[in-house]
């Protein structure tokens, strides 16, 4: 099992920036990678990125790519969204999860709100 627990959500303008973080904690050596995710109200969960956890190799949404950077800290276990220029179309319930195989998101955090103000 790992458990998340993302933080650093809150309300923003348009064009400010924003750093969420997702601590994992549990069986971390079992993590292939982890991925942000982001829920808007009357909308489906969206991917936003992902980072393999051992090589960092990252990957992006379209959506997001040049505005947004993953990165993690193995020593903290502890997953990052730099979120910058963020405009109202971010407004979301932000999740992280964890992928421990290579196969499907298995784990999840309880989420975060972003809120951005045009």
């Known amino acids: 099992q790992v458990q998340l627990v993302e933080s650093g959500g809150g309300l923003v303008q348009a064009g400010d920036s924003l750093r969420l973080s997702c601590a994992a904690s549990g069986r971390t050596f079992s993590i292939y990678a982890m991925g942000w995710f982001r829920q808007a109200p009357g909308k489906e969960r969206e991917f936003v990125g992902h980072?393999?956890?051992?090589?960092?190799?990252?990957y992006y949404a379209d959506s997001v790519k040049g505005r947004f950077t993953i990165s993690r800290d193995n020593a903290k276990n502890t997953l990052y969204l730099h979120a910058n220029n963020l405009k109202p179309e971010d407004t979301a319930v932000y999740y992280c999860?964890?992928?421990?195989?290579?196969?499907?998101?298995?784990?999840w955090g309880q989420g975060t709100q972003v809120t951005v103000s045009s």
């Open positions: 999860a964890a992928n421990p195989s290579g196969g499907t998101y298995t784990y």
């Open positions: 980072i393999t956890w051992s090589a960092g190799t990252t």
